[in-house]
């Protein structure tokens, strides 16, 4: 009778202890969870307009692909979103900052361009919420998805399990207006400049333009388009009505058109400095290493972009 009444309560305790373990453990996974949907912070650019500035910096784990500038416009109706970060945590935790600001919902998700950092956070965003781009994003989301899901994976980790190709099912073949409730958004879309997808949104009721990647501050400009196509986009974009414009890189807003010219001096240097080298007859590996050089104290993340930026843009002039 003994060893039958003492081997009760070790039960009971090993019972206790189980359930203990297992309550820690939730409590553990449950403040983990709450620290991962922490929301981005935003800067209020404009009535009812909030954007969250991304580092400048290559996307990495750390940095959870926050690298690029997001954010939103509220109308009476409901909510737009102009891109959606570098992952599907970011996406979360941008709709968590949105919720802190309105409980309206998100009615278009607008996707500025193909590249990571602007739309990997795409899967975030549930149904109704409609989602936007130019006439080539959903060809060029298509084809390069399942490309930047497999490069970034060394550097982005299990952050890019949950993330999902999302293409637009509401096309910007040349302009569209999309009203919110009261407040129209005139989104534009490119000839093939920064990138081949380029579309930017301009909020009428305050002149703020997002520009997306056709404006870079600070953050070297990335070429993946057409060099003579950006430098006349920019010489079109400077016609806009704009008051301030939100660059896809840089801070979170800056004047407008003077936040045009940083950019328009590098690609102009670039340019000229390729179509001399193609001239001289320098070979491309050693004009990518030339090409450009002298802006290189003005931006950052030179070393990382302006070899291949020099080398995009030396295949297509070489043939002009």
């Known amino acids: 009778m003994r060893a039958r009444y003492e081997a009760v309560p070790l039960r009971s305790a090993a019972m206790i202890a189980l359930v203990f373990l297992a309550l820690l453990s939730r409590t553990a996974t449950l403040t983990y969870s709450q620290e991962m ?26 940095n959870e692909g926050a690298i690029a ?16 970060g570098g992952s599907v945590r970011e996406g979360r935790r941008l709709i968590q900052a949105i919720s802190q600001v309105t409980n309206k919902p998100v009615l278009y998700v607008i996707n500025t361009h193909v590249h990571p950092d602007h739309l990997f956070g795409n899967a975030a965003f549930p149904p109704p919420a409609v989602f936007v781009g130019s006439h080539n994003l959903r060809r060029d989301v298509i084809e390069r998805g399942p490309y930047y899901l497999n490069s970034f994976r060394p550097a982005m980790g299990a952050l890019l399990d949950e993330v999902k190709i999302v293409p637009p099912s509401m096309i910007v073949d040349s ?63 400077t016609k806009l009505r704009a008051k301030s414009v939100v ?68 295949s297509e002039l070489e043939w002009e």
């Not at 500038?69 to 959606?84: H, L, M, R, S």
Request: charged share 20%; with cysteine.
């Open 247 to 314: 660059p896809g890189h840089g801070p979170p807003s800056a004047q407008w058109p003077a936040a045009l010219d940083p950019e328009r001096q590098y690609l102009e240097r670039l340019q000229s400095d390729c179509r001399d080298l193609i001239k001289r007859g320098v070979p491309i590996a050693a004009a990518s290493q030339i090409a450009a050089a002298s802006e290189k104290s003005h931006w950052e993340l030179f070393a990382e972009y302006n070899a291949r930026n020099a080398t995009a843009a030396f």
């Open 69 to 84: 500038n997001i954010g939103f416009v509220i109308g009476d109706e409901g909510v737009a979103v102009i891109d959606t």
């Open 175 to 237: 302009e569209l207006q999309l009203d919110i409730g009261h407040r129209v958004l005139s989104l534009t879309a490119w000839r093939p400049s920064h990138s081949d997808s380029d579309v930017t949104v301009f909020d009428e009721a305050t002149g703020i333009l997002f520009a997306g990647d056709l404006v870079f501050l600070r953050h070297i400009p990335v070429l993946d388009g057409s060099i003579r196509g950006w430098l006349t986009t920019i010489d079109e974009l």
């Open 37 to 62: 949907l922490k929301p981005l912070s935003l800067n209020q650019v404009g009535p009812g307009i909030y954007v969250h500035a991304g580092e400048i910096a290559l996307m990495n784990e750390a």
